[in-house]
């Protein structure tokens, strides 16, 4: 297939482009070129919202829309098309308020979350306007996505905590839960969906079930082969500042995602990809100072 994905270099879209390169398909991926490319993919150094007639006369079987973000977004990349098989957009499990019934399914209510703000609303935004523009678009909403390459200081976090012997400091009880999904679960279900056409078009989609964060660091700290010993912080402390997460438990109802794609990859095995990937890429994660929190506000 010819695929277009958009951004390329960082994190989701770059584990994308990697893994349709490695499948075999023909992927061009759309981005400003201030990152190294993936290696096999053929770049359209632009913004998506100043492509003229740039990709007018090419015809892609699906559009892999990776960053859109805005209501913008999705209007200025979609007008700028010429013809097209599928519409695939990731967005967000942060479209669903904080408030609502849990697990969330995928027409239940979708407004402002007050943990991720102007970002989840975007999403809604986005969402909103290719459900406009394009019918027969599909729409996904993972939880917490994870694997290799990411960016993000959450498991990496835990790998430095388990990597220099560190007690770990865990929000309360640990008993909150989250719920993840592997990156290279969400790259297969883009290829079931493109390839089977499933007939729901809006799809929570994650692990079948979710872990306390207790669970989740004792599994981070083993795939370096050591064993958390924790120290409990008061709720009363802003988690943020010495932890990965918000204060917020939630879980989605991945009922239609099971249907077509019913097995996900272990939390457990998905996260030493996680770690073997970060203990050789350790200059590509965006690090917060949550030990400097922790060592001189709670230690």
């Known amino acids: 297939m010819r695929l277009l994905i958009t951004g390329g270099t960082t994190f989701v879209s770059k584990y994308t482009a990697t893994y349709f390169v490695e499948q075999g398909h023909d992927v061009y991926v759309l981005n400003r070129n201030s990152k190294r490319q993936v290696d096999g993919v053929t770049l359209i150094e632009a913004d998506r919202h100043a492509l003229g007639d740039r990709i007018r006369d090419i015809r892609f079987d699906a559009i892999l829309d990776i960053t859109a973000y805005d209501a913008a977004d999705i209007e200025d990349l979609f007008n700028a098309l010429g013809l097209f098989g599928q519409y695939v957009m990731v967005s967000s499990s942060a479209v669903y308020p904080e408030y609502a019934k849990q697990p969330f399914i995928e027409d239940g209510e979708t407004a402002e979350n007050k943990f991720w703000g102007k970002y989840g609303t975007d999403k809604i ?12 678009a599909y729409i996904l909403r993972p939880p917490y996505l994870y694997g290799p390459m990411n960016n993000v200081y959450r498991e990496a976090f835990v790998f430095d905590c388990a990597k220099n012997d560190r007690e770990f400091y865990l929000p309360g009880d640990g008993e909150m839960r989250l719920q993840f999904l592997h990156v290279r679960d969400l790259c297969k279900i883009m290829e079931r969906i493109i390839n089977t056409l ?24 083993k795939c370096l082969g050591k064993e958390p010993v924790f120290v409990n912080v008061d709720k009363d402390v802003e988690q943020r500042k010495y932890f990965s997460f918000y204060d917020y438990e939630y879980f989605l109802d991945i009922k239609k995602q099971q249907s077509f794609y019913p097995d996900t990859i272990s939390l457990e095995d998905g996260l030493k990809e996680s770690a073997r990937w970060y203990l050789e890429n350790e200059e590509d994660v965006r690090k917060k100072p949550l030990m400097k929190f922790i060592d001189e506000e709670l230690a």
């Open 125 to 136: 935004g986005a969402e909103k306007k290719l459900t406009e523009l394009c019918r027969e």
């Open 198 to 221: 499933p007939d729901d078009h809006v799809i929570n989609v994650g692990n079948k079930d979710a872990v306390t964060v207790k669970e989740w660091v004792t599994l981070c700290y």
